[in-house]
């Protein structure tokens, strides 16, 4: 069977062949994405995406396929071309940066160690490894200057948890995902 994009149309040969050579490695990115999403500690999460996204971003993602793509086409922009630079900054965004969260070097494990979180609502920054091992005291400092319901407190856990970790990996997994998406060639 022939295989076709969901967009059909906007796909031009040469790129459509670069995107069908791309399908196992979007496909397993996909696969660890999605068991990002899944995981049920955010801090785990956010540590296990830095880990894709810093090895996507090592082995340059997908800059030589968006070159080939560019070359082809006189640099005249396309939807694939696009998508592969949409999936580039997520790699950077949520990849290695001294200064961001993930404060690792090129090549460098990124661990729950070289992780930084807080720096919201006057929490320290501090390590993942911090955070994860102080749960239950955090879970128990409760925030009653962050809440908008009274009724319901927050805690300094929930404010690392949800508000930062949660919240930042849900943007760049489902962005990355709905990318993703675009990208796939399916069976007619």
Request: with cysteine; charged share 30%.
């Amino acid at each position: 069977m022939e295989k076709v994009n969901l967009l059909k149309g906007f796909f031009t040969p040469n790129s459509l062949k670069i995107v069908k050579q791309l399908q196992p490695r979007l496909q397993g990115l996909e696969n660890e994405l999605r068991e990002v999403k899944a995981m049920e500690n955010k801090i785990e999460a956010i540590i296990k995406l830095f880990q894709i996204t810093s090895n996507l971003q090592d082995a340059g993602g997908f800059n030589k396929e968006i070159q080939k793509m560019k070359g082809s086409k006189g640099k005249k922009m396309n939807t694939e071309i696009r998508s592969l630079e949409f999936l580039q900054k997520h790699f950077v965004r949520a990849g290695r940066s001294l200064y961001g969260i993930n404060r690792t070097t090129k090549g460098e494990e990124v661990t729950a160690e070289k992780v930084y979180l807080g720096g919201v609502f006057g929490i320290s920054t501090k390590t993942a490894a911090y955070f994860l091992k102080n749960e239950k005291e955090l879970k128990a400092m409760l925030r009653p200057d962050v809440v908008k319901n009274a009724k319901k407190p927050v805690s300094e856990w929930w404010i690392i948890h949800d508000y930062q970790c949660d919240s930042f990996v849900e943007s760049h997994v489902n962005s990355m995902l709905k990318t993703i998406e675009a990208l796939k060639i399916v069976e007619n």
